[in-house]
């Protein structure tokens, strides 16, 4: 049974950057596209990134496109979100999931089905 742990979350001034990571248990990671979700206080969740299993496929929201990046490294079974510029509507709890099912069609790429939900990382962005 794959089992996903965040880490690297924190406290960071508006401007700064953080790299959050998504390590995997259980199963090897390489079989699994990851996604990367935040969700703010009274807010829904959003589905910020994803990644497909070699690593060469991802997408992101229109909310981080271009400051964030996620990357994989299957050798270290991490999945890595690397967020700069961060700025205050940043600040939520981050989640990976594995996606069950993932397309590339038109040079569009998605995930879906997502499951083996991490417990999440705390990101405040605040002077």
């Known amino acids: 049974q794959l089992q996903l742990v965040e880490s690297g979350g924190g406290l960071v001034q508006p401007g700064g950057s953080l790299r959050l990571s998504c390590a995997a248990s259980g199963v090897s990671l390489h079989i699994f596209a990851i996604g990367w979700f935040r969700q703010a206080p009274g807010k829904e969740r959003e589905e910020i990134s994803c990644i497909n299993t070699s690593g060469d496929k991802t997408n992101y929201a229109d909310s981080v496109k271009g400051r964030f990046t996620i990357s994989r490294d299957n050798g270290k079974k991490t999945v890595y979100l690397q967020m700069n510029t961060l700025k205050p509507e940043d600040t939520a709890v981050y989640y990976c999931?594995?996606?069950?099912?993932?397309?590339?069609?038109?040079?569009?790429?998605?995930?879906?089905?997502?499951?083996?939900w991490g417990q999440g990382t705390q990101v405040t962005v605040s002077s």
């Open positions: 999931a594995a996606a069950q099912r993932d397309t590339y069609y038109s040079g569009s790429y998605s995930c879906d089905d997502f499951h083996s």
